[in-house]
């Protein structure tokens, strides 16, 4: 299998197979939105055509000043929050070890929350570190990143002086305006751009994503490359033979007869944060106008013993969407002990990655038989290809099922409500009548 | 304040006092069946008493025990699935510095899945280290981690010997029968003993927790002297001051209103796997039967840029508890930089601590404003004390509201369904006709 596989074979009695003839003339009218550019939000639709938009010059320079890092320094501190953050973070751990990036920089993450505890311990790992940092930022004033970046850059210029923290800082913002834009100019910085029309959780296959998955010794180029097949894949395909649409199809055929909650389940730990990533592009994209299904993730087999007893007889509001990899990669056998103490002798010299496997085969169909529809999303091998188009899919994926929904699922008006409270008690100039108002409640 | 608190004054409309008066009844209904145990389950309770059941002797065994451990071994590999591990690595994670363990041993886990890739990695990173071994299994037939044991085992042997091995692993486990007490008792490991009457997502503070727990360099003699308080605390309260009795009847109340949803919120990253210990905990006491609140955990306010959207504005089926510690412990402070450039000039010379403080409150008001009802627990500071004191309240509350759902909190029939077509389909002997059948599905 050389492809990216969707099978909904194990969706239950909750899908008929007309269902989805009956939904294409409404997935046709989302294609055209998407095509002509139409639909609400249609200004961020510049990650669609992005992989091919890319241009070479700009993946060689975010190559180059990886490699750059990678000479200076022995961490990278990435700082960044919500989808400056979990798109290279999601990239890294699926292609890293899990101890020791004998491949690239070691990763290091500030700036994605406001605990003083852990930034105290960070600044005090780095002390005896090589250490340089990429700051990613839209606009330079998001309060956790730009917190983290007063801290450690006045830690960089302590340890390196202005010049030598200079070498070592790259700030990836916006093109023309802005406070780290602005301050990456009148400090000389090395600078990569965020596209206008690309959303944070849409921003992975930027250099928002791109620079760091590169430093942390990724090959870049192959991501591009799986992310360009998936584009010109997608935008071919027949509709309902289209994973994208099928998928983005299910899920709301699912969501209209009452299952409110998808869970994300992955069977590598390595995996954790692609669910975070892709919690972010569903929750964010379809969470408003009080809609939107509740995504969830699960780490199989871990999750099995401690959610496995709800997801397979708790409220049936639940379906899960299985991402697998065909090819697990490593060859590690059971070792035979000659024994049967374990009542495992019958495993024995058998790989590990069976057994997973087949824990996953009995999971499938134990939730579906319990009430539960399962999707599964199957890709070759655990590559940086595949992870490039991977990640396309699921946001192309995402902007069909957003628009399937009637949402704008580029927009996220609901963040500003909790910022608006948090500067007013914080006493932010300018924001003093709600500050009163906030603190009489 | 010197105790934990619970506050349900942002639950919203939804919530009227005269509702929690209305179900006194119900609460001192599930009160006897707790005193009495005579419940569904009852068997099980074991862990209600446990903190003052647990003998000086044993605990003074443990501490001993790991004190040998940490002076033969830099790494400890905890080897345990469910309520074998998530329990010892939310305490390891709440009360130990976010990088490198400056207070007692590493922790490394394996057992906890089935991917061959980590167990791989991970053996590779023990090469070069001192390893000692703690395997956590009340029957020793668990998949998970008798596949990881037969590895590192294997590994031990290889690398100590079988006397030095010996010496280096430490057995948690049944204390008359099964496939891991035979092993240990044909070794001569040193053993600890899973109570018969208390479950594994009780377990935290019986040997199964404790001795990681004390190997990581946590006093805890100070966490069972919090749990100790925390029992005789919920047992005299009056019901409706009671914090266990009243979060478990708010949340019923919440969920027969529809809410079918809770997330827990934490505003610390050390607290992740509190929430993964806690999911499991309310997700299979409740999730059966087809009834059940959905737990999902959030972590602020990195989540704030992610699930933050869906939270304030997607379907109105969430309510939130925040877990909250009101001495944040650190004084971080925001640099004055003499410049503006940011915008965070005013916070210049403040804690961090407190912009996550406001963060909170801000968050607090801003998702109550949009629908969904918040509770928040504080504790008073971040200590093993409180931590004892947290596990004890949220296993009473879980009881509690289990019992008023009407389930028994103390079984998961559930997790058996994937098992069986698992051993099947690997073809564990006996089960041939599952096996034929899965197989033509």
């Known amino acids: 299998m050389e492809q990216l596989f969707f099978d909904d074979g194990m969706a239950g009695s909750l899908l008929r197979q007309h269902e989805l003839e009956d939904l294409k003339a409404q997935l046709e009218a989302v294609d055209r939105m998407l095509d002509e550019k139409d639909g609400p939000g249609s200004e961020f639709l510049g990650w669609l055509d992005w992989p091919t938009q890319l241009e070479t010059t700009e993946l060689k320079r975010i190559h180059k000043v990886a490699e750059h890092l990678q000479g200076l320094a022995d961490v990278l501190v990435v700082i960044g929050i919500g989808g400056s953050y979990l798109g290279a973070r999601a990239a890294i751990e699926m292609l890293t070890p899990a101890f020791g990036n004998s491949k690239g920089m070691e990763i290091q993450y500030a700036g994605h929350h406001l605990n003083g505890d852990y930034l105290k311990e960070l600044l005090a790992y780095l002390e005896n570190k090589q250490v340089a940092v990429n700051v990613i930022s839209k606009s330079g004033t998001t309060t956790e990143p730009a917190i983290a970046f007063r801290l450690i850059k006045e830690m960089m210029e302590r340890k390196y002086g202005k010049s030598g923290a200079k070498e070592r800082v790259v700030v990836t913002t916006d093109s023309a305006r802005g406070a780290l834009k602005n301050l990456a100019d009148k400090e000389g910085y090395e600078t990569f751009v965020i596209p206008d029309d690309i959303g944070g959780r849409y921003s992975v296959l930027t250099p928002v994503g791109l620079l760091p998955i590169a430093a942390a010794g990724i090959d870049i180029e192959a991501m591009m490359r799986g992310a ?214």
Chains 1, 2 share one sequence.
């Open 228 to 441: 360009r097949e998936a584009q010109a894949l997608y935008l071919d395909q027949p509709i309902l033979d289209n994973a994208c649409y099928r998928y983005a199809a299910i899920r709301n055929i699912l969501h209209r007869k009452g299952k409110t909650t998808e869970v994300l389940a992955t069977f590598d730990p390595a995996f954790q944060y692609l669910g975070e990533w892709w919690k972010q592009l569903f929750g964010e994209s379809e969470g408003k106008d009080h809609m939107g299904i509740f995504p969830a993730s699960l780490q199989m087999t871990t999750d099995l013993h401690s959610m496995g007893q709800y997801v397979q007889d708790g409220q049936r509001i639940l379906f899960e969407t299985m991402v697998l990899v065909a090819d697990n990669g490593q060859e590690l056998l059971i070792p035979d002990t000659g024994e049967d103490d374990d009542g495992l002798g019958y495993l024995a010299g058998k790989p590990v990655s069976l057994v997973n496997h087949k824990a996953m085969e009995g999971t499938a169909m134990a939730h579906m038989d319990g009430g539960v529809p399962v999707l599964k999303i199957t890709i070759p091998e655990k590559s940086a290809y595949w992870t490039g188009h991977l990640f396309y899919f699921f946001m192309k994926a995402c902007a069909v099922s957003g628009y399937l929904l009637g949402v704008n699922p580029f927009n996220q008006p609901g963040v500003e409500a909790y910022k608006a409270n948090m500067f007013a008690l914080l006493g932010k100039p300018g924001s003093e009548t709600l500050k009163e108002e906030l603190e009489r409640r």
